[in-house]
């Protein structure tokens, strides 16, 4: 079956410091993978996806993530990180048939002042 | 405004008593899906559907039903809620499923305890 870990569990950053979240997931062929954010109280929104192309995929937020087939990850970066950006992020992948996105389990970024 | 919608956003019940939680959106879209989101463990698909009259289960179904009679409405059915099934709930839709999957747009969520 397929899965998504995300490495960190919880990151604790000050404002401009730089981002970076691990991600990997296990299915090695054709992936379309996603980041979903989640600010307190709120729904999940996307921040950016991979399908095809471009490794490097640019999202909003100043977010981007590269895809590095070789190492099955998809880790997500900002290079300087503001306190509104304290929230819950999400890794995932869509699943072989289609119908579901397979999510890790989250890492909660908490950014100080 | 193209969006999701669920109701209600919180409710509190008691063990065996039968609630429905409501989805609704507004952008026409084929596929809608409902998640549960539960501490450490991320978010897992309960069930799904690709159109009307078209639904299958996901990772974790059991004591959930779903219903999609009309294209915009996808409601979750606890008929006997049990505590295990306190949990945050988010409704997704989706342009389409498959290999033209885009991304999916989500609920504000139902926060659902069980006492």
């Known amino acids: 079956a397929q899965s998504v870990s995300q490495h960190n569990h919880h990151v604790i950053l000050s404002e401009a410091a730089s981002l970076e979240l691990g991600c990997n997931y296990s299915?090695?062929?054709?992936?379309?993978l996603f980041w979903y954010v989640q600010y307190p109280g709120q729904h999940l929104q996307l921040l950016l996806k991979?399908?095809?192309?471009?490794?490097l995929v640019k999202g909003i937020k100043g977010f981007e993530a590269e895809f590095i087939k070789s190492k099955f990850s998809f880790n997500l970066r900002k290079p300087s990180v503001q306190w509104s950006d304290t929230a819950e992020y999400f890794c995932a992948v869509l699943n072989q048939a289609g119908t579901a996105l397979i999510f890790g389990k989250g890492t909660t970024l908490s950014v100080s002042s | 405004e193209a969006q999701v919608t669920q109701n209600p956003r919180y409710l509190i019940t008691v063990t065996g008593k039968k609630l429905t939680v409501t989805c609704s959106q507004n952008?026409?879209?084929?596929?809608m899906s409902w998640y549960r989101q539960d501490p450490g463990l991320g978010l897992r698909q309960i069930y799904y559907s690709m159109n009307v009259e078209v639904t299958d289960k996901g990772d974790v179904p059991e004591g959930y039903k779903v219903s999609r009679k009309e294209k915009r409405n996808f409601p979750l059915i606890l008929e006997s809620p049990s505590p295990n099934q306190t949990s945050l709930y988010f409704c997704a839709s989706s342009p389409t499923w498959g290999s033209g999957y885009l991304a999916a747009f989500f609920g504000q969520g139902t926060r659902l305890t069980v006492v």
């Open positions: 299915y090695g062929g054709t992936v379309n």
């Open positions: 952008m026409n879209h084929e596929y």
């Open positions: 991979y399908f095809s192309g471009d490794p």
